[in-house]
């Protein structure tokens, strides 16, 4: 064999195996995080009557939270929180604001932000334990939190700044 062949052959293999490692390790680093929305999914599907899935996502601020969502044996859209393996809360999508409608409002009420993400989840401070969506987004050079309530999409009246470096 050439001794040109021999060094695109080793290029090649060496090139798989670089793929199969970052692979590898991506499967590795997003198991923990897989796992726990699979057990989230599992609770709202057997405590809460879940029998389809839309979405699931993981919240953390005062609670770390599942936010299951999806349809029940009845047909309806419902949103479950799961806290530590147990449902927390369920609402039917209906009696809330959907993440389209709460984008939106954000959008023209705060026109010039980027937004960088929006989930719902659970705010606990002061007064009580409400169910809200979680806003991080960008604002000039300051990264920023605010919560809008699942109910009806007000805003609570605190914004949580993220200091520079």
């Known amino acids: 064999m050439k001794k040109k062949t021999k060094r695109i052959l080793i290029s090649i293999l060496l090139a798989l195996l670089i793929l199969i490692g970052i692979q590898q ?26 029998a ?38 369920q609402e039917l999508a209906k009696n809330g604001v959907s993440l389209d409608q709460i984008k939106n409002s954000i959008k023209s009420q705060m026109p010039d932000i980027s937004i960088v993400r929006l989930v719902p989840g659970i705010f606990d401070q002061g007064a009580g334990k409400q169910y809200v969506y979680q806003l991080f987004y960008k604002d000039a050079d300051h990264y920023n939190y605010r919560f809008y309530r699942f109910s009806d999409g007000q805003a609570l009246p605190e914004t949580y700044t993220l200091p520079n470096r």
């Open 52 to 89: 389809s899935l839309t979405h699931a996502s993981k919240s953390v601020w005062d609670t770390v939270c599942w936010v299951v969502e999806g349809k029940n044996t009845a047909g309806e859209d419902v949103v479950v929180w799961v806290v530590d393996g147990k449902v927390d809360h």
């Open 25 to 50: 390790y991506y499967v590795y680093t997003m198991k923990d995080y897989w796992n726990e929305k699979d057990a989230a999914v599992i609770v709202a599907k057997q405590q809460a009557n879940l």
